[in-house]
């Protein structure tokens, strides 16, 4: 059977990098437009296996047939055994202030250099085709590409992390993840073994407090903080060092959801923040987020109150301020999920001159774990040279042969010292004074080698304690919601229990509404302490809706219509809105809607299949009548008690406001206004209506 030939998928016109004197190579396929085999024979017909005869058996002899199925078979590669889930796009960092007093690296140096980033944020412990919006932590790895070789920040949007060594991060991930013998539940940490695990492990309650925040339910991620966590060494030209904590700050500043609509987003949109970063990426609305440093020496750090080597604990801004010094935006989705998102590795211990790691045992550990999964997921050694891990600037050495070489280095010298390579053919490189050394630290006197935990490390409640106070009385009141939401979904009374002895050395109020929520009759003893707690003075900058910036940039409003809606009042939200930086999405009875006096045009969504989670303000212009019929529609009450519910500001056309709203239960208040106007609809968008919350749930 003739049938047309779908156009062969671009060539790579990409030049794979080999070692410096190395041959370059190019993808041999040239756009002919001819789909051929992998082989590179022309393919005549792409439908039809070759049988013995019309209504015969497929024959064995079928390579073309055997070779695709056979690619097809091996498409999926292991997920990365946490952080499966993730999205990803390309961007450039540009360094504003150079610290050349601190680092040699030029990435923290060279304030004219573009240096192009690979950037990646996931969810922790769902699957790769897990939910985007469960409460959980979200990595926020970067990979530079600078001139000196790859640098990867491998980070959370929570400054702490959950374990102080990195011996116990199976047992952590163990325990968070499904539970082995059911398989469930998936990217979730509301079972028993998580809290088992956290209720015997108090140094998990410092993370665990931020992630019951609204850390732990971004509305975007292009609205997430980033932290490298950990203290690094900046190493400058005299070989001194300075520790440094790194921070992103988004320029759409942060931005949470509420519980109950993460809840409805699951169902609404499995790729809600996917979708969300690359439609922004897509039309030009690049996310952006300044690069910013935390500085102290060693003296200094002595003086803290806690150890700076712990990654349990953050270092206040109060205490060391930050020093913004860069910034990153992403401009670029990727061309392709598997080659791109999917193959990256990142690895903490992809480090240049002028950077060092600290001796904090989780990072020490981690140095081991990410080349030594990536060996399995993606394969082999010479993972390094597919795309997207392959540095940007020149690379040379002796590293020859393993599973999927792609260059072909020339010349019989693979070794050095060595003389024989005298006209100069084989790209190995030489060493140079310039290249990456280790910061030479004088040993403690007096100790030796031993599996310990220092003593510096004993305190687990100081700054959980001064985290949970710093927070405005709402967030207390989340996180408290969020342990009583997840601790009732524990079914062993002995987990929830030990969990509250351990809320009450946070602080007394945290534990006893927690067990109020729970149902518990009496507080049971608090659990016994390794150090003082020590009242810390508050941060304030561990707050989210404080901190919060009304506006409504990178945001979306969704607009109900219906046929015969008042187009001039649907152009005018939308103008303002618009020109406020926000998306506008109309939503419709059905896709294709007719605006009074206009032509048929397509709804962006279907009143049913898209729910008003997926905006952060909604307003509807419909005609009285449709009003009157769309009362009686489940999709359109809710979409309305959801928004109230959610605290997103309504603009509502008098329609609804007669008949929608007293069906959906919706008594306007200042964030429920008529569709007129305009001013005060934008004003309320730019915030959630914080103090509608309490009239509608019970909060913890
Ligand atoms: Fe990790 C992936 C962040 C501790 C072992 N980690 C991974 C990713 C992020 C983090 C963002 C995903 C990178 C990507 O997008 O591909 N991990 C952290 C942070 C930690 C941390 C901020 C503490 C401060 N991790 C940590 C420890 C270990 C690991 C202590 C093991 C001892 N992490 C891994 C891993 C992963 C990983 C198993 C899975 C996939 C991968 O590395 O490439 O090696």
Redo the contacts with the bound molecule.
Sequence with gaps: MAVKKKKASAPSKRKMQSGSGGETHQSATADTGVMTTAQGIPVSDNQNSLRAHSRGPTLLEDFILREKITHFDHERIPD?????R?S?AHGYFELTRSLSKYTTAKLFTDTKARTPVFA???T?AGGAGSVDTPRDVR???VKFYTQEGNYDL???NLPV?A?QD?MK??DFIHAVKMEPDRGFPQAASAHDTFWDFVSLSPETLHMVTWAMSDRGIPRSLRMIEG????SFRLINAKGESTFARFHWRPKLGLQSTVWDEAVKLQAADNDFHRRDLFEAIDKGDFPEWEFAVQLFTEAEAEAFPFDHLD?TKLIPEELVPLTVIGRMVLDRNPDNHFAENDQ????PANMIPGIDFSNDP??Q??L???L???LS?LGGTNFTQIPINAPKCPFANHQRDAHMQMQVPKGRVAYEPASLDRDGSTPNGRETSNGFRSFSETAPKGEGKGRVRAETFADHYSQPRMFFRSQSPLEQAHIASAFVFELSKVDDDVVRERTVSQLRNIDESLAQRVADGLGMTALPDAAPKAAPVQDLPLSPATTLIPRMKPTLAGRCVGILVSDGSDAKAVDAVRKAVEDAGATVKLVAPKRLVTLKGRKPQKADGQLAGTPSVLFDAVACVLTPEDAARLANEAACIDWFRDAFGHLKAIAACGGTRKHILPVAGIEPDAGVMDIAEVDAFLKQAKTRQWDREPTLRTLA
Excluded: K
């Excluded at 932290?227 to 950990?230: D, L, R, S, Y």
């Design positions: 990365r055994v946490v952080h499966a993730g990803a990646r944020f996931s922790v990595g926020f790895a491998v980070g959370n992390f374990i990195a991060f199976p932290f490298g966590i950990h990654a990256v590795a990142f690895c989780l990072l550990g981690r081991f774990s990410y030594d999964t990536q997921r």
